[in-house]
């Protein structure tokens, strides 16, 4: 049985943290070692981001979630998101993505061919 926080770590944030870098290069303007620093992560990792080898856009699908992501990587340039505030956006995600049911991540397991692309 695939848990909750393991698709959402698996799947969701690399989506998530490809979105955020995308905007916090494009959007704010920022380097990616400003960007890198500001997530915890490295500038190559940013790099990966920005050339689609990591994370997918998938999320961005979905325009509750895209609103989630746009505010969520506001917060985290203005440096108001801590662990909690980006647990909990993530949580909202991984809702709005498997339609609320506690389930879903066990049938996204099991039918590889409709699971995600994140």
Same mark, same amino acid.
């Given at each position: 049985? *695939? ?7 698996? =799947? ?9 870098? *995308?905007?916090?290069?494009? =959007? ?19 790099? =990966? ?5 990591? +994370? ?10 895209? +609103? ?32 609320? *049911?506690?389930?879903?991540?066990? +049938?996204?397991?099991?039918? *590889?061919?409709? =699971?995600?692309?994140?």
């Amino acid at each position: 049985m *695939k848990l909750k926080l393991e698709m959402m770590i698996q =799947q969701i944030l690399p989506s998530v943290r490809s979105f955020v870098a *995308k905007e916090l290069v494009f =959007q704010y303007k920022l380097s990616q070692a400003e960007a890198a620093e500001l997530l915890g992560i490295t500038q190559p990792a940013i790099s =990966q981001y920005l050339n689609n080898v990591r +994370g997918s856009n998938r999320l961005v699908e979905n325009k509750a979630v895209l +609103g989630i992501l746009q505010n969520l990587t506001r917060c985290i340039y203005e440096r108001k998101a801590d662990e909690t505030h980006i647990t909990a956006e993530l949580l909202r995600i991984y809702t709005i993505i498997t339609g609320g *049911k506690e389930d879903s991540a066990i +049938g996204i397991e099991k039918n *590889k061919s409709e =699971q995600l692309a994140l």
